[in-house]
């Protein structure tokens, strides 16, 4: 008799490349999605729009997803949705951006037949067998989170994408504090973002990145009005 109490981890995209972000995890009758992401075409992908993950295995097995979980609100990570919302109608949960970004989507794609769940950081839900914590982490953009997933036979714990920034355009950084204590009670896997870690150093913090957009701004600002007041000037003389 097959055994069907195996927890299984399916990669549907994203992994060794960028882009079109995700995951399923499937226990006996249960299956979650982390994230539904797309890619964009390369050079030798003449008249594509769009690449998004092959969503067959969760097309055929739909009766069976729980949840689909957003870890950010980036296109790789939220593009894909709206088509496989088409397909699988299970309900979707995130942080307010994430689902704000994602609900513009619903719109273009006319799509009206959806449950958005709003998350805080520190909240748990629970998805069939798996119990599904929100951890804070930073990003690029607000409202990024980890997950922690206690699973029949261990936990997960799934980075999202993340830096360690300690000083963030947010205010709250990185919860380490509560991941610490996830580690030390024992994780099964850890899957985690990769992008540039073979680079040396590190990456400069978001209100970095801040002050030198503020900084070309408020240049290119006075330039533009240095040149319409030598034109008007001209032109009144």
Known sequence: MKNNKSLKIRFLGGLGEIGKNMTALE????????????????DDMPGIDLVIPDTTYLVQNKDRVRGIILTH???????GLPFLLKEVNAPVFGTKLALTLAEN?????HITNYSFNSVKPSSTVKLGCFSVEFIHV?????????????TPVGVIFHSG????????ISGDIIDITRISEIGKKGVLLLMCESTNVERPGYTMSESVVGETLDKLF????????????NYYGHNNS
């Open 27 to 42: 226990y006996g009758k249960d299956i979650i999605v982390i994230d539904a992401g797309v890619a964009f075409p390369t």
């Open 73 to 79: 609100g980036h296109e790789d990570h939220i593009g």
């Open 105 to 109: 989507k619903m719109y273009e794609n």
């Open 138 to 150: 930073n990003h690029s953009i607000p409202g990024a989170v980890a997950l922690s997933i206690t």
């Open 161 to 168: 994408d993340f830096k360690v920034d300690l000083t963030p």
């Open 218 to 229: 408020a240049e290119n600002f006075r330039h533009h009005f240095s040149e319409n007041e």
